[in-house]
C-alpha cells in the first residue's frame, strides 16, 4: 500500500503527513509539493497541472490511496484566478482520470468558500443554496460536482470535507481569509500590535488542526455504504469572532489589537457563520474535540516552543 499527499507543504499536509505516519507506520506515504524538492525521505515534487507527471508517479510508485490537498486558498484565487482556477480545479480533475485509471482512493478537501451570500447564514445545513461570489468557491463547488460524478459514473471512491477556517500552530500562516486567527496569535505572542483584516464582530466557522486531521483519516477510513454524500461532508466545531478570539487570547497574552478590513472581508461576509454537520455525525461518527478555550490553550503552548518563550 502507498499513499501520496498532495501540496504537502500546506497548512494541512504538514500536519497529515506526520499522522499518516503515526497512524499506518508499514505504509509508504509519499509527500510531494510543487516545490522543488528533492527525493528525500519520501518527498517528492509534483505539479498536479501536469497530467503526465502525476500518471507517471502513481505508476511507479503504485499509490493506492491520494489526499490531494494541492491548492490555491481563497485570497490567492482572487489574486490570480486564472491560476486558482488551473490549480484547484484541473489539478483535481487530472487526479481524479488517473486515479480512475488505476483504481486509487481519493481524498479532496472542499471549503464552507463554496457557500455564498444566499446561503443560510447561521447552521448552514448540507443541502442548500450554494452561490459562492469568489473564484476560490467556485472552483471548489465545480470540484464537489466532479467528484460527485466521478464517483456515480465511473465507480471512483472519492471522498471530501467542507473544512471551515484551519487553525494551526504553523510557523508560516499563509494570506486566506480565516487565517488571520492564526496570525493573531503570531502577534500575541510577540506582544506586537496586530492588525486585524477583518471587522471586529465577522462570525466564521473554524476548527483546530487535530481536529481537521482527525476527521479526514476517519473518513477516510469509513464503510464506503456508510457514506450518503458524495460532494462533501459540512464539517464544523466552532464559531467566533476576531473579538472573542481576542478577549480568549488575552486571558492569557496582553497586546494591542485594531482593525482594519481589506479585501477580505467581502469574502468572509459572503460565508456562513457556523455550519450544521449532522449529516457528517450520523454518517461516520464525526465529532470535534476542541472547542475555543481548549484550541487557544493549544496554541499558545504549541506557539511558545517556536517562540522560545
Known amino acids: 500500500m502507498t499513499v501520496l499527499v498532495t501540496g504537502a507543504n500546506g497548512l494541512i499536509g504538514s500536519a497529515l503527513v506526520p499522522s499518516l505516519k ?6 509508504n506515504i509519499i509527500a510531494s509539493d510543487v516545490s522543488s524538492l528533492k527525493r528525500r525521505g519520501g518527498y517528492v515534487s509534483l505539479d498536479v497541472t501536469q497530467k503526465g507527471a502525476v500518471k507517471k508517479l502513481v505508476e511507479e510508485e503504485k499509490v493506492t490511496t491520494i489526499y490531494h490537498l494541492a491548492g490555491l486558498l481563497s485570497a490567492g484565487s482572487e489574486k ?11 489539478g483535481l ?34 443541502h442548500t443554496i450554494i452561490e459562492p461570489i ?5 472552483a471548489k463547488y465545480a470540484g464537489e460536482l466532479l467528484c460527485q460524478y466521478y464517483h456515480h ?30 496570525w493573531m496569535f503570531h502577534y500575541a505572542l510577540k506582544k506586537s500590535l496586530f492588525s486585524c483584516y477583518l471587522r471586529a464582530d465577522t462570525r466564521l466557522p473554524m476548527m483546530y488542526i487535530e481536529d481537521a ?23 464544523a466545531a466552532v464559531s467566533f469572532t476576531p473579538s472573542e478570539l481576542y478577549q480568549q487570547i488575552t486571558k492569557a497574552l496582553d497586546f494591542p489589537i485594531e482593525y482594519k478590513p481589506d479585501i477580505r472581508q467581502a469574502t468572509a461576509d459572503s460565508w456562513p457563520e457556523s455550519i450544521d454537520d449532522s449529516i457528517a455525525r450520523k454518517d461516520w461518527g464525526w465529532r470535534p474535540i476542541f472547542d475555543l478555550p481548549k484550541m487557544t490553550t493549544k496554541m499558545i503552548q504549541e506557539l511558545s516552543l517556536y517562540f522560545a518563550i
Do not use: C
Not at 469568489?134 to 467556485?138: E, F, I, P
Open 213 to 235: 486531521i482527525r476527521a479526514t483519516i476517519e473518513l477516510m477510513e469509513a464503510e464506503s455504504s456508510n457514506l450518503s454524500v458524495r460532494t462533501a461532508y459540512n464539517l
Open 93 to 126: 480533475k487530472n487526479v481524479l482520470d488517473v486515479a480512475v485509471q488505476h483504481r486509487v482512493r481519493v481524498f479532496w478537501p472542499s471549503s464552507i468558500a463554496i457557500f455564498g451570500p444566499t446561503s443560510p447564514k447561521v447552521d448552514t445545513p448540507q
Open 134 to 138: 469568489t473564484m476560490y468557491g467556485l
Open 153 to 182: 459514473k465511473l465507480a471512483l471512491d472519492v471522498r471530501s470535507i467542507r473544512y471551515p477556517g484551519i487553525i494551526s500552530p504553523s510557523q508560516n500562516p499563509g494570506d486566506g481569509t480565516t487565517e488571520y486567527a492564526i
Open 22 to 27: 503515526r497512524r499506518y507506520p508499514n505504509v
Open 80 to 90: 490570480n484566478p486564472q491560476l486558482g482556477w488551473q490549480v484547484n480545479l484541473l
